[in-house]
């Protein structure tokens, strides 16, 4: 681990500490920006690996004690995820490299009819950030819902602290009508 990764998983570890979600997510949100912005946050060549079939997850860090992970994201030209949510952990997520879009979305309506096993979800675009080095985002329970796309035609890398393990999410698949179907997904991280 480089010495500007390790100087900001110590700020992390204080960050986490403090005593509500939004406080964490802010202050984690700072420290990120502050280290993306220096340059120090040097990654080896195994994070920077594209993968064809979809966007790499990796982990950079894990503390069990403070309960958080950081997770290094990998996304090739065109690569995004689909429409979905954070299984109601807090994240906070930084540009370190290229040029990312965030479309951020409110649910607004979940249905489930009298005979169905399955509910629907419909959402409301509320806007989309196109996102540079530097830059960065907080998500909190309930309001999670997104959708991430490089938006060049080169890699570019983000950086995700999560408030725990985010093993899962849900993804919201369109189905008729403007609705959605959610799926779980389980995640895990590459190579």
């Not at 938006?151 to 189905?175: K, N, R």
Request: proline share 6%; charged share 25%; aromatic share 8%.
């Amino acid at each position: 681990m480089s010495d500007g990764v390790a100087q900001l998983i110590a700020r992390i570890d204080e960050a986490v500490q403090m005593p509500d979600p939004e406080a964490i997510t802010l202050q984690v949100k700072r420290e990120l920006q502050d280290a993306i912005r220096a340059r120090t946050i040097a990654l080896p060549d195994r994070f920077r690996r594209v993968r064809p079939e979809g966007y790499a997850r990796r982990l950079l860090h894990r503390n069990h004690d403070l309960g958080y992970t950081a997770v290094v994201m990998t996304w090739g030209p065109g690569q995004a995820t689909p429409l979905h949510d954070h299984a109601g952990i807090w994240c906070v997520e930084g540009v370190v490299e290229g040029r990312m879009d965030v479309t951020q979305y409110d649910l607004v309506q979940e249905e489930r009819e009298a005979d169905a096993r399955a509910a629907t979800y419909r959402f409301e675009e509320k806007g989309c950030v196109h996102a540079a080095v530097g830059t960065a985002g907080c998500l909190i329970p309930p309001f999670e819902y997104h959708v991430l796309a490089n938006a060049l035609d080169e890699p570019s890398i983000t950086l995700h602290v999560y408030g725990g393990e985010m093993t899962t999410c849900h993804v919201f698949v369109p189905a008729a009508d403007g609705r959605y179907v959610r799926k779980e997904r389980p995640l895990c991280y590459h190579e």
